[in-house]
């Protein structure tokens, strides 16, 4: 992979987060006070947190990520390999597939749907794969 398809990724991991933070800014005073978190097995809700907890923790694991992510590359540079990228991307994209579905049950009640959540972790990999793509293409 190279610094430069690296770089961009990097980018786009931090616009995540920035999208996600003000995704959830303009539906705040739609959630309800006490959002749903963790749901069982048969998809109820079983731990709430207010909706301001809510927002600001799930920017933070996002950013946390993209920190994750921007620290790697930081340090091992283009010699990383594009394997560890591709699953970490997966891995991101899973996460905001996840909180995705969580504030969609919470703003509509409607179940959790598996499928976004796998739908957002293979789109956020096939981003990657066509950044590296077209990286190696534009040397």
């Not at 749901?39 to 950013?63: H, K, M, Q, Y």
């Not at 946390?64 to 790697?72: K, S």
């Not at 899973?94 to 909180?99: E, M, N, R, S, T």
Request: include cysteine.
């Amino acid at each position: 992979m190279t610094a430069v398809s690296q770089r961009v990724l990097v980018v786009l991991a931090w616009t995540c987060v920035g999208g996600w933070l003000i995704c959830c800014m303009a539906l705040r005073n739609q959630l309800p006070a006490d959002t749903a978190i963790q749901f069982s097995l048969d998809g109820e809700p079983n731990l709430w947190l207010g909706r301001d907890v809510f927002i600001l923790s799930t920017a933070l694991l996002i950013a946390v990520d993209a920190g994750i992510f921007h620290r790697m590359v930081h340090q091992v540079g283009d010699i990383l390999p594009a394997v560890v990228i591709y699953v970490f991307f997966l891995f991101y994209g899973g996460v905001i597939g996840v909180f995705w579905e969580v504030l969609a049950f919470n703003l509509s009640d409607s179940p959790i749907q598996w499928l976004w959540i796998g739908t957002f972790a293979v789109v956020s990999g096939l981003i990657t794969v066509v950044v590296d793509m077209v990286g190696r293409m534009s040397k």
